[in-house]
């Protein structure tokens, strides 16, 4: 029973990934080790990252219960360097935008997975009692696939030189939904009150309202060129 829960969230988290890197043509590519530089990048990116906010942004000394609206929204605008990293590896790489978008997305989102989700899936999956915690978190994993790849998309739409002006206060809105998601989640949690599968289903409408406005953004703007 412990293998076989085990085995179902591994599918559940591992296998969106494969399925996606196989259907969209990366393999065609030989896109394999730019995926894997692109991980290499997210690693740097997120060391960067946690140097950065244990020099400026020391642990909250509040009282318990009390929400540090300020200093997470500042530890959140910390995430502006995951564009900057996006935007760094499809620069690096030559080709159409859905291929730059596509090798971005799925390094960084597979770097994530394999460096927040592999361990406590393989040491908490696999114990005795059944938690659906680990279901959850690897229904997460696909939430983060999912917005990746819609980062990755505004991102190479922000950086565009020929990008209309009707579409430039759009894709900032989106960018700013990409790094500031997280903050607005963990605000609504705290207002709210909100149990783990709301939480879960609140992250999913979020980014999947954000993936379709990108998607949308995306089509018309390669479109119309």
């Known amino acids: 029973m412990t293998l076989f829960h085990f085995g179902n969230c591994f599918a ?5 990934y494969f399925i996606t890197y196989k ?4 393999s065609e590519y030989n896109a394999f080790w730019r995926c894997v530089q692109a991980g290499a990048t997210y690693l740097f990116v997120q060391l960067c990252k946690m140097l ?11 009282g318990a219960g009390v929400y540090d609206f300020v200093g997470e929204f500042m530890k959140s605008t910390v995430d502006l360097a995951d564009l900057l990293g996006l935007h760094l590896v499809m620069s690096r790489n030559a080709g159409k935008g ?20 592999f361990l406590p899936l393989w ?5 005795i ?4 915690k680990y279901i959850q978190m690897s229904f997460d994993s696909n939430i983060s696939l999912v917005h990746y790849i819609a980062m990755a998309a505004v991102v190479w739409m922000f950086t565009r030189y020929d990008l209309p002006k009707s579409f430039r206060l759009p894709v900032t809105v989106l960018l700013a939904l990409c790094v500031y998601k997280a903050f607005l989640i963990e605000l ?24 379709l406005c990108s998607l949308f953004l995306f089509v018309t703007l ?4």
């Open 123 to 127: 040491v908490g999956a696999r114990g």
């Open 12 to 16: 559940l988290a591992y296998f969106p």
């Open 98 to 117: 859905e291929y730059k978008i596509m090798v971005a997305a799925m390094g960084w989102a597979t770097a994530e997975l394999v460096m927040s989700r």
């Open 222 to 225: 390669v479109h119309s060129n």
């Open 188 to 211: 609504f949690v705290h207002i709210f009150m909100l149990g783990s599968w709301t939480v879960l289903l609140v992250k999913a409408v979020l980014t999947g309202a954000i993936s």
């Open 129 to 132: 009692e059944f938690d659906w």
């Open 23 to 26: 259907c969209s043509g990366l």
């Open 52 to 62: 950065f906010l244990a020099t400026f942004f020391p642990t909250w000394e509040g």
